[in-house]
């Protein structure tokens, strides 16, 4: 019995020799085989805990986070949690990135990015939150880079990038983030040719590049996809409207007008049809002065006078500089005359603004838009629209640029005229009169006043004065006398005192008084000092 005994004894000792535990290596995999079974079976809860106990046993196991990120992503995209949630599988895609750079990450992890981009456009009010959504939208794009929407999507923080910085009058950073939204919207129609949207905003990108051709082209496929919008047919008039032609834009502002359903889109449309057929095109004969031009009109000529502003008269200072001006701006050239509510004025002129295009290299500066946003403190749109036409100086991405200078406004921009308002013509009052403010500011055309030489103290001349005055006196007058000796100037000569900005003195009354003292009065200034000089002798 007792060798039965022992015989049992070995053979179970051989039998658990031979049991040995399975290898920890070959246990995370088990599990990470087995999430990856769960996630086969859309069983998402039960992969994210099989991948976590395959993490928890080897840390630096780059495939279970890759693996468990696409779990978390599956199991929120099934309970519809929030945008921000999607956190967690971003997270296990960097942990995966960094153990293991040349991983391949499944592409619908390209989706959680994306997400959280969305998260940081919608829950986030700064600036920072368009560098974050780009960054995600970018990360997103490496790991899937033929899924258009998340070019759209990038694309769209771009143009949202360009209409801050151009309410910023940053003119330099708008060109560059429309450009990199026009690349990433033509990514967008390699991919999906068909899709009339992207083309839509590819042509906004161009337009407000200035690129208004290009702008034209992208409209009209939109339209030819199916995209019969009034909000195309609205930005292509616009285009249109830009390059100055005029009947496809009004064409395409009432294609705008009949299919918009806004009250206020439907009276922008109105309002720029109104304006169009308002201007008409003419050629400068001849420049008459600083505000009146003449012009040919369907072969019939015409006197035009400059609405809102009053240049110097011939004969007059600076007349000569704003009569070559305006020569400058539009002397043999085809303008466009706006009317007010007024036809013409007592001397049967017509009574117009007027516009004239303007082409230049694109290097060149143009009008100062952004100068005028600044005062303003409006915004972009609204500056352009003050302005009339004028638009696209600052665009430096076509080699040749042109835009419509609005004459009147540059005239008093430029310092050579003043606001003259007489209503009903008022439409443009209000620019009007802050240009001019600003124009006399700076010291511009004929608020110029040139600075008096410097005061160099002489104790010889014809005449003297005082540092602490603005008068000057024959030496012997009694308030010359007066003068101490230290604040004494001294003039060689009536010119050289008035260069000084002195003013003669009305009691000695040297040369260059504004007029001859009357003789009874200065005598009985003389009685008077005698009775003073008596009165403080007594």
Known sequence: MKQVFLLILVIGVLLLGGCTAPAPEQVYQQYFEQGNIYLEQEQWDKAVTEFSKAIELKPEFADAYANRAVAYLERFEDSKAGDCEYKKVIADCEKAVELNPIIKLNPKLALAYAHLGDCYLKYHSDFEKYEKAVANYTRAIEIDPDEADYYWCR??????LADYYGDAGLFSKVVDSNNKAIADFTKVIELVPERAGAYFVRGQ???????????????????????????????????YKELGSKDEAVADYRKALALAEDDFIKEQSLKAIEELQAKTEASVIRVIDGDTIEVDIDGALYKVRYIGIDTPEVGQLYADEATKKNRELVEGKVVW??????????????????????????????????????????????????????????????EIQSEYIFVNAELMRLGYAQVATYPPDVKYQDLFVQLQREAREAGRGCWYTPEAPPITPKKTGEYVGSINSDVYHYPDCRYAQRIKPENEIWFTSVADAKAHGYRACKVCNPPGSEQAKDPWEELGEKIRFAEWLEKLLK
């Open 155 to 160: 694309g769209g923080v771009y143009s949202q």
């Open 205 to 239: 990108c161009y337009a407000g590049n200035g690129d208004y051709i290009r702008a034209i082209t992208d409209f009209t496929k939109a339209i030819e996809l199916g995209r019969e919008e009034w909000s195309v047919y609205f930005n292509r008039a616009s285009a």
């Open 337 to 398: 005359l706006e009317k007010d509510v007024s036809e013409t004025d007592k001397y049967n002129r017509l009574l117009r603004y007027v516009y004239v295009e303007y082409t230049h290299k694109a290097s060149d500066s143009g009008s100062d838009i952004s100068e005028l946003l600044r005062k303003y403190g409006t915004s972009l749109e609204e500056t352009r629209k003050l302005l009339g036409e004028l638009s696209g100086a600052w665009n430096k991405g076509a």
